[in-house]
């Protein structure tokens, strides 16, 4: 019988861990193709995989097989929307679609979990170059007539995902309208969507991810497992940076090598019982002075550090 992932929790990998994601795909040469990054990923030992961008790892004709001949199964995919935008929801739901399509071309066996749909806001040109400063400035954030529009839009989307089978997660991301802790706490009371932690992002937001599964560990289905550095995201918020130097500046570094108390996170989810996909994501922008294995052999460290952890 094989392992019944469905009711513990599943480790997988992500495309962005070796520089794969939306801002890089297609525009950076020095992104790696999908069949070596999957190649590392069955090499170093994940149950899983996060899509990426899609039509990276695969199509609806090939994407099951890309996934079934390496012994990998679909974590999620993460959808970005236009939630504030009272003109933008229309394409972005066909893009929704899309993606939930591509989940029914790889679906999983039942001893596994179901990938994903990780929604999230897709902020605004000013919010993404304003990481982590909603924190201290409230003025960033959306006045109640936008929270309002954002709620309805997201509960299209929730609506959406749910009628084709899939229980969605909506992604706290830095640099959008969703990013500091009063603002999860505001999504949270304006709709039922479970929420994805990710570490990473919670601590750029302002946040603890321990006292995050202290107080949402209730709504927490689906997590994103970084380490960080503080030193580089205070640098680029005290400095008025923006997203590319959080990713450029290494802020989101090697489990174990950062200063996020990783064993406390693990505890805390134990704790709460949470069963489901952990993403070791560790995002970082593809540069041609890095050796072209670096990102394979990092993510082959942060997966023994886990197993060393049970896991």
Request: charged share 25%; net charge negative; aromatic share 6%.
């Amino acid at each position: 019988m094989p392992t019944d992932l469905s009711k513990s929790i599943a480790v997988a990998s992500a495309p962005v861990s070796f520089g794969a994601f939306e801002v890089t795909v297609g525009v950076d040469p020095n992104v790696p193709d999908a069949v070596s990054v999957l190649d590392a990923v069955q090499r170093d030992g994940y149950d899983g995989i996060d899509l990426g961008p899609i039509g990276y790892l695969g199509t609806r004709d090939d994407l099951r097989e890309h996934l079934r001949s390496r012994g990998l199964y679909l974590s999620g995919g993460y959808m970005p929307l236009p939630l504030s935008d009272p003109a933008g929801m229309e394409p972005a739901v066909a893009e929704l679609t899309t993606l939930l399509d591509l989940f029914d071309s790889a679906k999983s066996p039942d001893h596994v979990p179901a990938p994903k749909p990780t929604l999230a806001d897709a902020g605004s040109a000013a919010r993404r170059l304003a990481p982590g400063r909603a924190h201290s400035d409230r003025s960033l954030g959306l006045q109640p007539e936008g929270w309002d529009r954002l709620a309805a839009n997201l509960e299209e989307a929730v609506t959406l995902c749910r009628a084709r089978g899939y229980e969605p997660t909506f992604h706290h991301h830095a640099g959008t309208y969703v990013e500091a802790p009063w603002e999860i706490e505001e999504l949270l009371a304006r709709s039922d969507v479970g929420l994805c932690l990710d570490t990473g992002h919670l601590v750029l937001g302002g946040g603890d991810p321990v006292s995050a599964i202290r107080d949402w560990g209730s709504r927490i289905n689906h997590v994103h497992l970084k380490d960080v550095r503080h030193a580089v995201i205070d640098t680029v918020i005290r400095e008025g940076g923006d997203m590319m130097q959080v990713w450029r500046g290494g802020a989101f570094c090697r489990l174990g090598t950062g200063d996020l108390d990783i064993d406390a996170i693990l505890n805390g989810l134990r704790a709460r019982n949470y069963h489901g996909w952990l993403v070791v994501e560790q995002d970082v922008i593809p540069g041609p002075e890095a050796p072209t294995d670096a990102a394979a052999l990092d993510e082959g460290k942060n997966r023994a550090f886990l197993r060393a952890r049970g896991l």
